[in-house]
T-cell receptor, first 115, second 111 residues
């Protein structure tokens, strides 16, 4: 039973298109995240939601819009895709009340390739 | 701001060699420290953690000790296996905030 699942796992699309990546967690966690991993493996946080409320919004182009319909889901929609958006996008979740000590649980990643 | 610096890779070792991956941090407070591992084609998973100074985290033969005086959390393993080949990330978390990752270190173990 997968704890954090993302779909699709692979996405190949043309520049200028709009695409979405979906994430679901069945761990009962309140907080979910989107991270971007570039080709050099560097991980950068993009967004974080706590109980459907946006709490972290890093310097990310407006073309990226997260949506959390409920606390178990966090989707990422990307408009007008650019070549530089090619990366692996990871969804993660963490449990409430753990302060600094709580670990994050990651999905397997969604590899986006923009041609 | 809060940041993590880890040694650049790739690190290439023969099976049964000793592994050290250096990690130092900068934080405005007392963070929790983590090592995550990413096996090829997979997401990240927690390897070990330490939540206060002098704590030692350990798992699967890996160890790291939280050193406040040197702001370090170096990862060690006495005898690596081919199956340890992966990307290793050092990370910190402060004030219940986001996890801040280092750049990752690729480890390749040859048989």
């Amino acid at each position: 039973d997968t704890a954090v699942s993302q779909t699709p796992k692979y996405l190949v699309t043309q520049m200028g298109n709009d695409k979405s990546i979906k994430c679901e967690q069945n761990l009962g966690h309140d907080t979910m995240y989107w991270y971007k991993q570039d080709s050099k493996k560097f991980l950068k946080i993009m967004f974080s939601y706590n109980n459907k409320e946006l709490i972290i919004n890093e310097t990310v182009p407006n073309r990226f819009s997260p949506k959390s319909p409920d606390k178990a889901h966090l989707n990422l929609h990307i408009n007008s895709l650019e070549l530089g958006d090619s990366a692996v996008y990871f969804c993660a979740s963490s449990s409430p009340g753990t302060g600094n000590t709580g670990e994050l649980f990651f999905g397997e990643g969604s590899r986006l390739t923009v041609l | 701001g809060n940041s993590v610096t880890q040694m650049e890779g790739p690190v290439t070792l023969s099976e049964e060699a000793f592994l050290t991956i250096n990690c130092t941090y900068t934080a405005t407070g007392y963070p929790s420290l983590f090592w995550y591992v990413q096996y090829p084609g997979e997401g990240l998973q927690l390897l070990l953690k330490a939540t206060k100074a002098d704590d030692k985290g350990s798992n699967k033969g890996f160890e790291a000790t939280y050193r406040k005086e040197t702001t370090s959390f170096h990862l060690e393993k006495g005898s690596v296996q081919v199956s340890d080949s992966a990307v290793y990330f050092c990370a910190l978390r402060l004030n219940g905030d986001k996890l801040v990752f280092g750049a990752g270190t690729i480890l390749r173990v040859k048989s």
